[in-house]
């Protein structure tokens, strides 16, 4: 080779060696491990997740909260039928969080808390516990993450966040700081402390089903995205030693945590009952190791377990399903899923589900410093960075940190549709001429959009075992309008719930009516009419007690109060 040609090939190379090293440098940085995920595993996974929360949620629905403090015995549990999974379209579990993807997709990924606030203000489902709590503080405009403070809210430790987690999980493979970060914008609408940390613990755990199958690894990949010493690792923490003590009973384990996590008044601070996320995240856990793999007996321990039975079998089936992917689960469990009907309060049938995902995993992905490579067969790949997770401050509900005293601005208000209004405000609105008094926080009292077919009915709520919440009105009673009419109803979810109602004219009791399952129509209704014959043309103050009675559900449903002739 001539001398001129030589040097000639020698620089191309050294030209397309540099252009290589530059071409990586760009993108895989040195020292820097990454994790490869080809896009069309990453879709088949992360379809399986959605998949295992929708068949853990239809499965469980007939249970919900039928069982508290006591396990589900096999003969009630119900069977699976693939038709079930239709069932899905109207389950809050659902729903809810599919609000947040809409967040994202609007706004993108780094949308501001506040936004997210508002359009969770926005949201026309019915909710409960700390969901409805926090919506309703966003709609009197207390901006977030104020509105879920424990100065605002009775419910900092509820299920609700740990139940919408999902989806932090599944636009996060191997990324569980970003589950880490869309519990603090998405998790603060709601939830605080414990509350909170158990979303990220489940997000955290969904990004690391991406990549392994070992659920202990899973776990302990769940535990390292929340703080160390809150009581809800504590919990983890036990359900790891208790399983690894005993791998064969889990009821026996089941009672372990009955007696710690539901008997023991430590582990109660802020506990709204049942609702509490740290037992419920117990039954996530007894299913996922008990079940040992096995998609059946996974969902069924979650369940049988009780009190929030559908939500915790959801979150354990989606998590084992995520590690699976959707092309290995049997046909039974998506056969007959219609893809083309749309979720309820969403503008998402399954497969736009599934894309929008994918597209916000893109967000994060390269938010990340990571990238997307082809192939050989020209297949896309997720190239994603390990990094270690970064807790949340931690901070407990009972201790809290000074609110930030956050407020929305009156152009923010504006945005907000559906405005709330301080519980005497809200009394006074919905039925002139009456105040309110001595109302407990248990529940979320105020008023509700609808409940059992009727619109805008006040609910009330003792202020404790054994004093009465309490309407009054002074008026002049009305020839023509001389019975006061009331509609009434009590709590449906649980069957045994109940309250006595107790009509007192210038503190005469002159009614009595206890108002329970048995009392209600069909409709879930009672019209009670107290004849004021004796106090026409008189000046009178009518109070009307939410008296407290065996302290199970004891909240009050007022659909009317009127004078009629």
Not at 47 to 55: F, M
Not at 90 to 111: H, K
Not at 385 to 412: G, H, N, Q, R
């Amino acid at each position: 080779m001539k001398k001129t040609n030589f040097c000639r090939w020698t620089f191309l190379c050294i030209m397309t060696m540099s252009l290589f090293v530059s071409t990586l440098s760009a993108q895989e940085k040195e020292g820097v491990a990454y994790r490869q995920l080809p896009v069309k595993v990453y879709r088949d996974k992360m379809k399986a997740g959605w998949i295992g929360q929708i068949v853990g949620v239809c499965w469980g629905a007939p249970t919900e909260f039928r069982w508290r403090d006591a396990i589900i015995p096999e003969k009630d549990v119900p069977q699976w039928t693939p038709d079930m999974i239709n069932n899905a379209f109207g389950q809050d579990d659902l729903y809810v969080e599919m609000t947040f993807l809409r967040s994202m997709e609007e706004y993108g990924l780094d949308v501001s808390i506040r936004q997210a606030g508002i359009d969770f203000a926005n949201s026309e489902y019915p909710l409960w516990c700390a969901n409805d709590a926090g919506r309703k503080n966003l709609r009197m405009g207390i901006a977030p993450p104020d509105s879920s403070h424990p100065h605002f809210t009775k419910c900092p430790n509820d299920i609700d966040y740990q139940i919408e987690a999902d989806f932090s999980g599944l636009i996060s493979p191997g990324m569980p700081n970003n589950a880490v970060q869309l519990g603090e914008k998405f998790g603060r609408l709601m939830n605080y402390s414990d509350g909170m940390y158990a979303g990220q613990f489940m997000g955290a755990m969904y990004s690391e089903a991406f990549f392994e199958k070992d659920i202990i690894k899973i776990i302990e990949a769940g535990l390292k995205a929340i703080p160390e010493k809150c009581q809800y690792a504590e919990m983890v923490r036990d359900l790891l030693k208790w399983f690894d003590e005993n791998p064969e009973d889990w009821q026996a384990t089941w009672q372990l945590c009955q007696k710690k996590y539901r008997e023991d008044p430590e582990y109660q601070q802020c506990s709204n009952g049942g609702i509490d996320v740290k037992i419920n995240g117990a039954y996530v856990l007894l299913g996922l190791l008990y079940g040992k793999g096995d998609l059946d007996q996974t969902i069924l321990i979650s369940m049988r377990a009780g009190q929030d039975s559908d939500c915790n079998p959801s979150s354990s089936a989606g998590v084992l399903f995520t590690t699976l992917g959707f092309s290995a689960l049997p046909d039974r469990y998506s056969a007959e899923l219609n893809e083309t009907k749309v979720f309820d309060h969403t503008d998402y049938h399954f497969p736009a589900l599934i894309d929008v995902c994918e597209r916000l995993t893109r967000q994060s992905l390269e938010r990340i410093g990571g990238f997307v490579k082809t192939d050989n067969n020209g297949d896309e790949v997720f190239f994603i960075p390990v990094i270690e997770p970064t807790p949340s401050k931690l901070v407990f509900s009972w201790d809290p940190e000074p609110i930030a005293d956050l407020k929305y601005s009156e152009e923010e208000l504006k945005q907000i549709k559906f405005r709330e209004y301080s519980l005497a405000e809200s009394v006074s609105q919905r039925f002139p001429g009456w105040s309110i008094s001595d109302c407990g926080p248990d529940m979320n009292p105020g008023i509700l959009k609808e409940y059992r077919g009727q619109e805008n009915v006040l609910m009330t709520h003792p202020l404790n075992k054994t004093t009465a919440c309490v309407l009054s009105c002074d008026t002049k009673i009305a020839q023509d309008k001389s019975t006061l009419r009331l509609v009434v109803s009590h709590f449906v979810t649980d069957p045994k719930s109940d309250w006595e109602l107790i009509v007192k004219v210038d503190d005469k009791e002159i009614h009595k009516q206890l108002v329970d399952q048995k009392s209600v129509d069909a409709k879930g209704w009672v019209t009670i009419d107290v004849p004021l014959k004796d106090y026409v043309d008189k000046n009178v103050n009518i109070k009307l007690l939410n008296q407290p009675n065996s302290w199970s559900y004891e909240a009050a449903y007022w659909s009317n109060i009127e004078f009629v002739p």
